[in-house]
């Protein structure tokens, strides 16, 4: 079966970056899309970014447009979630997982349902 790690959280002052990777074992991630979800204390989870099966399509919430990019190194068998220009507001539990369904050329940013794997979560915290 699938499973996801995701790795590289950590803390972080205002104005830096981070790269979160997301590591698959049991299934090639080049069938799959590949979704990037946060959540924090209180408030439900979000969808951030994510990737098409291919790599030729990704889609982004505004609150962090311009400052994230989503790849795919399918020799690795991984995703990677690079973040730049962090804010406060970025912190949060980050979690990666796999859209159901194969090839997906578009993966959404919800909801939560669509996805049926997923990863344990990696600490994201911004502060001074």
């Known amino acids: 079966q699938l499973q996801l790690v995701e790795s590289g959280g950590g803390l972080v002052q205002p104005g830096g970056s981070l790269r979160l990777s997301c590591a698959a074992s049991g299934a090639t991630l080049d069938r799959y899309a590949i979704g990037w979800f946060r959540q924090a204390p209180g408030k439900e989870r979000e969808g951030v970014s994510c990737?098409?099966?291919?790599?030729?399509?990704?889609n982004w919430a505004d609150s962090v447009k311009g400052r994230f990019t989503v790849s795919k190194d399918n020799d690795k068998n991984t995703v990677y979630l690079q973040m730049n220009s962090l804010k406060p507001e970025d912190t949060a539990i980050y979690y990666c997982?796999?859209?159901?369904?194969?090839?997906?050329?578009?993966?959404?940013?919800?909801?939560?349902?669509?996805?049926?794997?997923w990863g344990q979560g990696t600490q994201v915290t911004v502060s001074s």
């Open positions: 990737i098409s099966s291919t790599g030729g399509s990704t």
């Open positions: 997982a796999r859209r159901r369904g194969l090839f997906r050329l578009f993966c959404p940013l919800g909801p939560t349902d669509e996805y049926d794997y």
